[in-house]
């Protein structure tokens, strides 16, 4: 089991109009969660493409420092979004076909992950967790990269609302990273906490399934 230590979030939020006048911000709440739990993270508020692409960028400037000695690491989307992709604060959406050479540009320059048990195979060293509507339908990135583009994926199956994401992300994050519990069951917690029927679908890149057990 790796220490939480090693292990670090990500967040990239990109709110609403509405949610920006409400003041609503998923990502910083999950933020601030992480800080009082003593798990690193980091935070990203982005408007558009440009500052999602100048997020990538400090994203793998962190990652990369030679002090940052990270074994497990987590992208968070917070955001809108539907079946075809990530709605951003400007009304663009970004599709998934068109974040997969986002991620996998992302991958090359972190490095991609090889083990054993899948000789030849080559996998996003990312957790991809979206706290988006829809956000299971980002597993379709895998029809536009060479390599898997994560380690795994987790995201509702279709519509979910601000206060069952945040409390139900909080718990994926508290079980596999405080308390160092496997992947499988922490989804399966997140769901029963808020009251889901595997609403949050978790997908482990093909061949990394027997390491899930050590996670």
């Not at 994401?165 to 079980?175: E, I």
């Not at 997140?190 to 949050?200: H, P, S």
Request: charged share 20%; with cysteine; glycine share 8%.
């Amino acid at each position: 089991m790796i220490g939480k230590e090693f292990r670090k979030v990500y967040i990239i939020e990109s709110p609403s109009p509405q949610d920006i006048l409400d003041g609503r911000r998923e990502g910083l709440a999950l933020s601030e969660i992480l800080t009082l739990a003593a798990i690193k993270n980091s935070y990203y508020q982005v408007s558009d493409f440009d500052t999602l692409l100048l997020a990538f960028h400090r994203i793998i400037l962190d990652i990369n420092q030679k002090d940052n000695r990270l074994g497990v690491v987590d992208l968070h989307f917070s955001m809108h979004g539907n079946s075809q992709g990530l709605g951003l604060s400007s009304g663009q959406l970004i599709e998934w076909q068109a974040l997969a050479p986002i991620l996998n540009d992302f991958n090359n320059k972190v490095g991609y992950m090889e083990i054993e048990m899948a000789p030849g195979k080559k996998y996003g060293s990312a957790n991809l967790n979206f706290s988006v509507c829809h956000g299971f339908n980002a597993t379709l990135m895998k029809e536009y990269s060479e390599h898997s583009p994560f380690t795994t994926i987790l995201g509702p199956i279709h519509e979910v609302n601000w206060s069952d994401s945040l409390m139900a992300f909080a718990v994926y994050y508290h079980n596999t990273i405080h308390k160092g519990h496997g992947w499988r069951y922490s989804a399966k917690m997140m769901n029963a906490t808020v009251g889901l029927n595997n609403v949050f679908k978790l997908e482990i890149a093909e061949g990394l399934e027997p390491a899930a057990s050590i996670q």
